[in-house]
């Protein structure tokens, strides 16, 4: 439980996941204090301020907005949406933290792929390879840190966004990802771990915890999980690599550090690297991690027909 120092958590504003919110809700429920970095004061950080969260704007590429949020901070999750800036603010999150010289635990969002890079491996996307440098930077500081490397969420816009048109007007589930097999995760699952983690690190420190759906599926395993989900029959379908382009240079205000990434993703499932299972999810928190039929069954409305205009 708490010693009375806030739990820093970075990351809350942004990202599909959610992650850093969801870990800050857990935490603030089990009445643990917590401070929220923030790089916009706004409505976002208006809902966790009511529940009770100690609000700070700032910059993680900012040493002075670092220093300043990590005052009293024992513990702290670092997580950061997909940007280029990433590895600069992982470098002055380390530098900060190890001046100062008082954290007991450093938990950091990184991801499953960083477990098959090498230092010359050139297959992953720029992202990728910042979380494998962040990790490296993290480790050769010294300080207490713990890696929780999820692999793909269920909330990636791939299951949903991507899916969710053809789903619902065609019921048919289209991804990029050829003949590859993936476990992907819930966030609130990979939430639960990391508050669990930061409310305990003792005996966790210089952990690696590999974070993964309870099954490993194929499109046609995906797609029957998604009919059992939404009682209705949903076929599995590969989404060709330029349809995935397109659709992906039809978002607006995408990056196209962003466009790499996912387009990567979408590369890697192909080549079958999301093959991946582990119990890491039920080992950290005594729950087993959600299924895609249970994810999607708790998000109909994601995959439904917008009702007609009237």
Known sequence: MSDGAPILMT??????????????????????????MVHRDDGRADALR???????????????????????????????S???????????????????????????????????????????????????????????????????????FLDNPLFTVVASRSVAERGVL???????RTSPVAATDVARVIAAILQD????????????????LD???????????LGQSVTGSDLPHDDFVELLSAVPDISSHTVQHLLTVATLHRDDRYDRLTTDVE????????SVEQYVAAHRELFSKPAAAG
């Open 174 to 180: 289209a991804l990029p990802f050829g003949t590859g």
């Open 50 to 80: 009511e529940l009770g969260a100690d609000i700070v704007v700032g910059d993680l590429t900012r040493p002075g907005d670092v220093a300043a949020a990590l005052t009293g901070v024992t513990r702290m999750f670092f997580n950061m």
């Open 219 to 229: 499109i046609d395993g995906l797609a029957e999980q998604y009919t059992r989900g």
């Open 11 to 36: 990351g809350v504003g942004g990202g599909y996941s959610s992650i850093s919110r969801l870990v800050a809700e857990q935490l603030l429920r089990s009445g643990e204090p917590v401070r929220a």
């Open 82 to 152: 997909v940007s280029a800036d990433y590895l600069e603010a992982a470098a002055v999150v380390c530098a900060i933290a190890d001046e100062r010289g008082d954290l007991e635990a450093l938990v950091n969002m990184s991801q499953m792929t960083v477990s098959q890079m090498t230092s010359t491996s050139t297959g992953e996307s720029r992202h990728q390879r910042l979380h494998w440098l962040a990790e490296r930077i993290m480790n050769w500081s010294g300080l207490p840190v713990v890696h929780v490397r999820p692999t793909v």
């Open 283 to 290: 080992d950290v928190t005594g729950r087993p991690a959600q």
């Open 201 to 216: 690190p003792a005996g966790r420190i210089g952990q690696v915890f590999e974070l993964t759906g309870p099954a490993v």
